[in-house]
């Protein structure tokens, strides 16, 4: 069992960062892939970025290509979304999500679906 806890979101201006922290107990969970996904206000949930379990590999959408970078650190059970030049369209939850077998690529074509674990999510909200 592995529960995620996410962290980091807020208020923010247009250009300003932020750092999203996904805080994971389990012993398993620098085994399993990690991704972030949001979801805006009368939107589906979209896929964000995602990463390998042991970090070697990253997929971004491409909305975020260049502002916004997946990291994790296995020793201390938490994957991070270091997210640059925010935009107001980047308004959402954001929410991470585990799984043992897929990859960050799937994740992207499958939106998440079949994700074995999911955190309650963190609100970004970008003024303009």
């Known amino acids: 069992q592995v529960q995620l806890v996410e962290s980091g979101g807020g208020l923010v201006q247009a250009g300003g960062s932020l750092r999203l922290s996904c805080a994971a107990s389990?012993?398993?969970?620098?085994?399993?892939?990690v991704g972030w996904f949001r979801q805006a206000p009368g939107k589906e949930r979209e896929f964000v970025a995602g990463i390998s379990w042991s970090g070697g590999s990253t997929y971004y959408a491409d909305s975020v290509k260049g502002r916004f970078t997946i990291s994790r650190d296995n020793a201390k059970n938490t994957v991070y979304l270091q997210m640059n030049s925010l935009k107001p369209e980047d308004t959402a939850v954001y929410y991470c999500a585990a799984d043992p077998i897929t990859t960050a690529q799937a994740m992207a074509r499958l939106g998440g679906n079949g994700m074995d674990y999911w955190g309650k999510g963190t609100l970004v909200t970008v003024s303009s």
């Open positions: 389990g012993r398993t969970f620098s085994s399993y892939a």
